[in-house]
């Protein structure tokens, strides 16, 4: 069992590039988000998704672009990096939007630098 | 918005030591998480609390949902080298309208253990 797996684990870009890192999970989980890390920060929720057709904003969403057209993919797009989005990127799912006995499950991470 | 105050920061101890760190909040949770996070991976849930004054066990944790709902402790008894990580609280609340579930994540503590 996979659980979330992102892809790529590491990107550098230049400002301005665009660039779609890839979430998919196999535990046919309806909630599905995606957060940044950063040193001091903890985890900020970027964009949301509570079914495939459905999307949300969440705490930093601008720069961020997602869609949700299968309930295993939630795709997140940086249309034109700046370096202030550099940072670690986590997706994470859970069978619905409750924690109650739904937990988020976290993928290992995108790590991208934006020079 | 809703914030977490997790302490300490980060914490270095001697292997065979145990360890206490707490979230506060002015703010009640109906949920309560406690996650750790290994270098270069996700964070990965070890222990989940629904009910206030909840104390609950998973090997050498144990971690409690305050009687108030606004705050959490975890402990770790008997610190291993593998219990280094970061250890992130993470409290749900429920919104407006009965589903817009909110989950906030403290800042994370950071733990060493020497050995």
């Known amino acids: 069992n996979a659980g979330v797996t992102q892809t790529p684990k590491f990107q550098v870009l230049k400002t301005g590039q665009s660039m779609t890192l890839q979430c998919a999970q196999d535990?046919?989980?309806?909630?599905m988000s995606w957060y940044r890390q950063d040193p001091g920060m903890g985890l900020r929720l970027i964009h949301y998704?509570?079914?495939?057709?459905?999307?949300d904003q969440g705490e930093v969403p601008n720069g961020y672009n997602v869609s949700r057209s299968t309930t295993e993919d939630f795709p997140l797009r940086l249309l034109s990096a700046a370096p202030s989005q550099t940072s670690v990127y986590f997706c994470?799912?859970?069978?619905?939007?409750?924690?109650?006995?739904?937990?988020?499950?976290f993928g290992n991470g995108t790590r991208l630098t934006v020079t | 918005g809703q914030q977490l105050n997790q302490s300490p920061q980060s914490m270095f101890i001697q292997e065979g030591e145990d360890v206490s760190m707490n979230c506060t909040s002015s703010s009640i949770f109906n949920t309560w998480l406690w996650y750790k996070q290994d270098p270069g991976e996700g964070p990965v849930l070890l222990i989940a609390l629904y009910k206030a004054g909840e104390l609950t066990s998973n090997g050498r944790l144990t971690a409690q949902f305050g009687i108030t709902r606004k705050d959490s402790f975890l402990n770790i008894s008997a610190s291993i080298p593998s219990d280094v990580g970061i250890y992130f609280c993470?409290?749900?609340?429920?919104?407006?309208?009965?589903?817009?579930?909110?989950?906030?994540f403290g800042k994370g503590t950071l733990l060493t253990v020497n050995p």
């Open positions: 535990m046919n989980h309806e909630y």
């Open positions: 998704s509570v079914g495939a057709g459905i999307t």
């Open positions: 994470a799912s859970s069978r619905d939007r409750s924690s109650y006995n739904s937990p988020l499950h």
């Open positions: 993470a409290g749900q609340s429920l919104g407006s309208g009965g589903s817009n579930y909110k989950l906030t």
